[in-house]
């Protein structure tokens, strides 16, 4: 926190953005409002080649400098020679036999979030997990990958995991532990003082050790919760069908989208899926038939509503007024009348939209909203004849039970609990505000805590066993459509982590039985096989249980309009704060990752913090700019954050994001932002009314990469809608006229390695960003070296607005990562020829060439280059060691480094070719961006085999390259970003 007067940089001119929207003509594009500004402070930053870099030395003149690269370039020498740690090596005297040094092994798994399986395959070498991706086979993510499961891998290796049982803060051994739960549950007769708090569970597993625990115990009570519960999502099931069922959505069938609130490429369980499942068809040349249309009507700028053909923000409590709108129109009764809600000229055309889709439309329901929204979706589903087309619903895959977290508090105040087990979910810290969980908590006579960290909730319980990560034991869950897939473990556990398979196993008096005999012996009675061996491995070899899926349910009832009785319009004019879970560290559980903290936000851009978002007409209405400390109060709770100015935000709508602010549970989250859980109460746990704001008169500093690696806003991002492309499919096409060139031309190989970007389905997920980092040994800098523009990755994601309105949404990701330059600007520059071009065109680099002049960086118009200020690696932390590639030079401080295209996969490739003795086979190369994207945005091959996939999507009218007019012959290049709009729908005009 610092003083009010210690800003080191101007507001933002507000007025200044509007003249220079006011004077823009045809499509402009900026990344932030200072650059449309044309703030000064801006403008200084994109003049110096080095954002905030060159600061190191003072200004020289030109004996000085000469002197001082004299000096580097003796230096050189020693520069490139940093000694390395070193350590006892023993080898193996009768290694096992699918342990092959430098081949690699994989194994099908699954990772599990809020309950939910996500396939996973996962890359060892030498016993050692080095890399996550997604399981190919899996339904709910047919490969791909989110940040979460990227990241994962550096939660298996934090040095910050607990590495010994405590109770009462003395260590102990799992047999103490077992020993003295057995002798406290031989005491609690049928278990009336005993109650277990978990998260949502899918495992069959282990709910079938909770059935024979509650079989045993039969007063005992077992409550779950989640900070992000679905329980709005049930509840609308119930409403609309007398019953809880969850939704599976079919984005391939929908020609028509509705998102209401519902940010279904990011918090739905099936997210992934359902990113790759619109994508497909949100293509403008497709094989999958006509172009999908998406409409977002959201309370918060969310992935989704960035990738909408329109987008209307609202405040969270007008989204029920607007479905009530559409359902009317529709027939169905509702007995709202439609005159008082946002986007009036919405309703009409998109209700025609609606109609003529049929049964190919969707409406989908977010669960911030209420149980009646989602009732409302049902039945606008029903009326278009979508049900078990577009949407279809299954039994619910989370277990239900009958108890709360209100509940379990009810009884902890009362004194009614002897013996509380939680199974993992920080609920000290998680839990609402108004239930004082932790002082609850504390008078029960006895805690016992199954926790990941050593975090809030256990530095309140009796006795702490730190958990296993789920690359260390065995298990099972199911995916959002019930589909079942077992947990595997690649490594022993590095701490003695327990599972809670083996947790509960001990409940039951079973303490000696491992997750394996556990898993293994239910499935074993699951399955009726008349070979459970050869079954057995062929569900461990593709991770999944066949035939597991759920089936839809059939013959619905109608939703009665009766439900929808009762509505009384929100106060207009009333202020609102929408809670939302962070897009890089979730509800809190990844606050210790430092991959995340420092992965740049999708929208904001932000790290390392949350902030109090809004748009900059709320900014001006309370007289706050940027890093302006606020506090906020709901009732008697408060809490203070920081002001973060975002277009596209609802008016008269403050967004705070879950997860920050925690005091306990590693080093990495220490000081990182502010608790948003302190104000979110039991009954407005997505959004509340009247929030109060205070100006504290202090400021606080965020750290933002959106004015980072700036290109100076030349011809970047290309983009038309529908009819524009089908009137002109060549618009893409570069109209600049590429300059000649000085240099020889390459001599041609068998090879030519390039990349395509299908702008249209790229969502700026940032699974890409982590894949490399994970992939490429990328280091993170921390929050202060990110300030001074040296973050480290080696793919950025550059998200555009269009230049109507300060207000606007966004209108393109673009990815850049290295473009591999034919006439590649950085490599005649090096003095050292530390960067150099091979024969199949990559722009390599020599780590240990490099003397960290920097030219290269300086003559790269594309700011790709990261340069090691600082020696960001440390080789001491023994678990970080075993994490890295070992195929990826780790480098040091002074060297120069960039997207290799994966290099060390086509080096991989081609010796398994040349051994074989063929060819390359297209496809066989998979570069870990690829690998890890949802949406197939990113295609990588030979561009000199026309039937490859990469050639075919340069083939196409919609590809051009970045900056071509500077004449670099970029080997990646983009596909063209082309929308959908409705052309009955208007955008807003501008403000003046």
């Not at 103490?176 to 899918?202: C, E, H, K």
């Not at 980072?708 to 806003?713: A, G, K, L, Y």
């Not at 998979?926 to 561009?943: D, E, L, R, S, W």
Request: proline share 7%; charged share 20%; aromatic share 8%.
């Amino acid at each position: 926190m610092r003083d009010a007067h210690s800003e080191d940089h101007n507001p933002l001119d507000l007025a200044e953005a509007r003249h220079q929207l006011g004077n823009l003509k045809g499509k402009q594009y900026w990344r932030s409002l200072n650059e449309l500004a044309e703030d000064k402070d801006f403008e200084k930053i994109v003049q110096q080649e080095f954002p905030r870099q060159a600061s190191l030395l003072p200004d020289l003149g030109r004996r000085d400098f000469l002197k001082l690269m004299g000096a580097s370039l003796a230096l050189a020498g020693i520069t490139a020679c940093v000694p390395f740690p070193t350590g006892k090596v023993l080898p193996y005297v009768t290694p096992p036999e699918e342990l092959v040094p430098g081949k690699p092994t994989y194994f099908a798994s699954s990772m599990i979030q809020d309950g939910f399986a996500k396939g996973v395959l996962i890359k060892t070498t030498m016993g050692r997990p080095i890399k996550v991706d997604g399981n190919p086979s899996h339904p709910g993510n047919l490969g791909s990958a989110d940040v979460f499961i990227q990241a994962s891998l550096l939660e298996l290796y934090d040095p910050d995991r607990p590495k010994q049982i405590l109770q009462d803060g003395s260590p102990k051994l799992w047999t103490d532990f077992a020993s003295s739960i057995t002798q406290t549950l031989a005491g609690m007769g049928q278990g009336a003082g005993v109650r277990i708090l978990t998260g949502p569970l899918t495992s069959p597993t282990l709910l079938s050790q909770f059935e024979s625990f509650l079989a045993k115990y039969p007063q005992a009570k077992w409550v779950q919760f989640s900070p992000l519960e679905r329980s709005n999502t049930a509840a609308g099931a119930q409403l609309a069908f007398g019953q809880a069922y969850d939704p599976i959505y079919h984005f391939d069938k929908a020609d028509v989208v509705l998102s209401l609130d519902c940010d279904f490429m990011f918090t739905e369980p099936g997210h992934l899926r359902y990113s790759r499942d619109f994508s497909d068809r949100h293509q403008p040349i497709s094989v999958n038939g006509t172009m999908n249309r998406l409409y977002v009507v959201e309370s918060n700028f969310s992935l989704t509503g960035s990738n909408a053909d329109h987008r209307l923000a609202v405040k969270p409590s007008q989204v029920e007024g607007f479905a009530r709108a559409v359902a009317n129109l529709l027939g169905i009764s509702t007995s709202f009348p439609p005159e008082n809600i946002p986007g009036q000229d919405w309703i009409e055309p998109l209700v025609t939209d609606l109609k003529n889709a049929g049964k190919s439309a969707l409406v989908v329901a977010g669960e911030r909203q209420p149980a009646v929204v989602h009732a409302l979706a049902y039945a606008i589903n029903q009326a278009l004849g979508s049900i078990n087309n577009t949407v279809s619903l299954i039994e619910p895959v989370v277990s239900t039970q009958p108890g709360s977290l209100i509940d379990l508090t009810a009884d902890l105040n009362g004194g009614l609990v002897d013996l509380l087990f939680i199974l993992d979910g920080n609920p000290v810290y998680s839990a609402p505000v108004d239930l004082n969980f932790g002082a609850a908590m504390q008078k029960a006579k006895q805690t016992i805590y199954l926790g990941y960290s050593a975090d809030e909730t256990a530095a309140q319980a009796n006795w702490f066993i730190p958990a296993a990560h789920y690359m260390e034991m065995w298990g099972d869950a199911r995916a959002y459509d019930g589909t079942a897939s077992l947990v595997q473990p690649v490594i022993a556990p590095l701490f003695g982590g327990k599972s809670p398979y083996e947790l509960l196993a001990a409940m039951l008096g079973q303490g000696g039985i491992d997750g394996f005999t556990l898993v293994q012996e239910y499935w074993r009675t699951q399955l009726n096989s008349d070979n459970f061996d050869r079954d057995w491995r062929v569900i461990l070899s593709s991770g999944l249980v066949p035939d597991s899926t759920f089936l839809p349910v059939a013959n619905l009832p109608q939703v009665s309009p009766s439900v929808f009785s009762g509505y009384s319009a929100v106060n207009s004019s009333a202020l609102e704060i929408v809670f939302m879970p962070d897009e890089t560290i979730w509800d809190g559980r990844f606050t210790n990752n430092a991959w995340l903290q420092e992965l740049p936000k999708t929208l904001t851009k932000l790290t390392w913090d949350n902030a109090v978002v809004m748009n900059p007409e709320m900014a001006a209405q309370l007289q706050v700019k940027d890093n302006d400390l606020l506090e906020i109060s709901l009732g008697d709770n408060s809490v203070q954050g920081a002001v973060y100015i975002q277009p596209g935000e609802p008016n008269g709508v403050i967004v705070v994001s879950l997860g920050y602010g925690r005091t306990a549970g590693g080093s990495i989250l220490e000081g990182a932002g502010f608790n948003s859980y302190k104000i979110r109460t039991s009954n407005a746990p997505w959004f509340a009314l009247d929030p109060q704001i205070r100006k504290t008169g202090a400021t606080y500093d965020l750290a933002r990469t959106h004015e980072h690696w700036s290109m100076e806003n030349r011809d970047l991002l290309r983009a038309t809608d529908l009819a524009d492309f089908k009137s002109n499919p060549n618009f893409a096409q570069d109209e600049h006229i590429v300059p000649p060139t000085l240099y020889d031309e390459h001599q041609p190989s068998e090879y030519a390695w390039g990349m395509s970007i299908n702008l249209n389905s790229c969502i700026g997920c940032n699974a890409c960003v982590v894949a490399c980092q994970a992939e490429n040994n990328i280091p993170t800098v921390g929050k202060s070296e990110v300030k001074n523009s040296r973050e480290m990755h080696w793919i950025r994601i550059d998200r555009f607005f269009e230049g109507t309105s300060a207000n606007a949404s966004v209108v393109g990701f673009q990815p850049v990562p290295c473009m591999h330059c034919e006439k590649a600007p950085c490599e005649p520059v090096c003095p050292v020829q530390a960067t150099t071009h091979s024969a199949e065109g990559l722009n390599e680099m020599t780590y240990n060439r490099c003397v960290g002049t920097r030219y290269c960086s300086n003559n790269c118009p594309y700011k790709v280059r990261r340069f090691n200020f600082y020696k960001y690696v440390d080789e001491t932390v023994i678990p970080l060691q075993a994490m890295r590639n070992p195929d990826v030079t780790v480098r040091s401080r002074g060297v120069m480094e960039k997207c290799s295209f994966c290099v060390q996969r086509i080096n991989e490739a081609r010796i398994t070719s040349e051994v074989e003795g063929r060819q390359i086979r297209d496809g066989e190369i998979k570069t870990a961006c690829q690998v890890a994207c949802p949406t197939n945005a990113i295609h990588f091959g030979n561009i000199n085999d026309p039937n490859s996939e990469v050639s075919k999507q340069k083939a196409t009218p919609l590809n051009y390259s970045l900056l071509a007019e500077l004449g670099t012959r970029p080997r990646t290049t983009y596909l063209a970003k082309v929308t959908n709009p409705n052309p009955l729908i208007k955008e807003p005009v501008q403000e003046k």
